[in-house]
């Protein structure tokens, strides 16, 4: 996307699969989006997965060495098949998934080389729907202990989900990432109050899981940052677009973040972090598909466009 050089090097754990949108076959899986937008940002991101020996997985290896993601730590399967979802929308545009299991992602193995990229990262990116299978789940169990800095990206798919295996996710993790209404499960199975503000469920569950970062997306209405030691909350609105399809905008957003956080610049605000991601995720909801091309020049246009339309609100 750019010249800048970076040292900065990630791993991102999970699921990888092909979604079959009404417009037709595209890349996709969280952790593999974040993973294409942060190598696209310029941040070295290696995608830690499985998928079968089968045509399914030579094409999804083949468009990832076209799109620049890594592939050099994806497994190969010769019983459980490449991952495919059929992707729905209702008339708000709204997203609906029809997830196979099992395949060949639930069965992620654990060896040197995996523990190894782990271990030298700095930032390890994993989201709950890869713990659906108790061996991909024991192998990230594993490396979650090998990991400096552990992303949770709360993906809540039903019925590959439970209480005590989100709860176990969120205790290990530094930074979440979560939207609206997966708050608002987490925060009714920790038994606090449903007329609670998502302010007060947000330091209660940080506190209770000892969570140093928290984000929570609101779709249209943005997104809002939680900082436990710095004892600030900050919302930063969404841009207004022309909505293609939401698929992969929360990926993108905090693949964004992601990329501007680890770069530790003291320089660089809550709200200017918070800007890109809003902006770099306003493109792909105006784009089809989670994993768009796109420059420099596309991202700073938008950020253009919207700058005058920009506003802050702090919660605190």
């Known amino acids: 996307m750019n010249?800048?050089?970076?040292?900065?090097?990630?791993?991102?754990f999970g699921e990888i699969l092909w979604d079959n949108l009404p417009t037709g076959r595209k890349l996709g899986g969280a952790p593999l989006n974040v993973a294409y937008h942060l190598n696209k940002l310029g941040i070295?991101?290696?995608?830690?997965?499985?998928?079968?020996?089968?045509?399914?997985g030579d094409d999804?290896?083949?468009?990832c060495r076209e799109l620049a993601v890594p592939v050099?730590?994806?497994?190969?399967?010769?019983?459980?098949?490449?991952?495919?979802?059929?992707?729905?929308f209702n008339e708000k545009g709204e997203?609906?998934?029809?997830?196979?299991?099992?395949?060949?992602?639930?069965?992620?193995?654990?060896?040197?080389?995996?523990?190894e990229a782990v271990r030298n990262a700095d930032f390890f990116v994993f989201g709950s729907l890869s713990t659906r299978n108790d061996e991909s789940y024991n192998?990230?169990?594993?490396?979650l202990k090998e990991a400096t800095y552990r992303v949770l990206d709360v993906n809540l798919r039903a019925p590959?989900?439970?209480?005590?295996?989100?709860?176990?996710?969120?205790?290990?993790?530094?930074?979440?990432?979560?939207?609206?209404?997966?708050?608002?499960?987490?925060?009714?199975?920790?038994?606090?109050?449903?007329?609670?503000?998502?302010?007060?469920?947000?330091?209660?569950?940080m506190e209770g899981f000892r969570i140093e970062e928290l984000i929570v997306t609101y779709g249209a209405a943005g997104a809002t940052f939680h900082s436990h030691s710095g004892k600030f909350s900050y919302r930063f609105p969404a841009f207004k677009v022309d909505v293609k399809d939401t698929v992969g905008s929360g990926d993108s957003f905090l693949a964004a973040f992601l990329s501007q956080r680890c770069r530790q610049d003291p320089s660089a605000s809550t709200e200017e972090m918070l800007e890109f991601a809003a902006t770099?995720?306003?493109?792909?909801?105006?784009s089809t598909g989670a994993c768009p091309d796109y420059d420099a020049n596309s991202i700073h246009r938008l950020q253009w466009k919207h700058f005058l339309n920009r506003g802050e609100v702090n919660l605190r």
């Open 160 to 205: 590959f989900y439970s209480k005590e295996r989100i709860f176990e996710l969120l205790g290990y993790a530094d930074l979440v990432k979560m939207n609206e209404e997966e708050l608002a499960y987490i925060a009714s199975w920790m038994g606090l109050p449903a007329n609670q503000s998502d302010l007060q469920k947000t330091e209660q569950l």
């Open 3 to 12: 010249n800048e050089k970076l040292t900065l090097k990630g791993v991102c």
């Open 95 to 115: 997203v609906s998934y029809d997830i196979v299991f099992p395949v060949a992602w639930d069965y992620i193995a654990l060896g040197e080389k995996e523990r």
């Open 72 to 88: 050099r730590l994806f497994q190969r399967d010769q019983q459980f098949p490449t991952s495919t979802v059929e992707v729905h």
């Open 60 to 63: 999804l290896v083949a468009l």
């Open 280 to 286: 770099l995720s306003a493109f792909v909801t105006e």
């Open 44 to 56: 070295y991101t290696d995608m830690l997965t499985r998928i079968g020996e089968d045509q399914d």
């Open 139 to 143: 192998t990230l169990q594993s490396l």
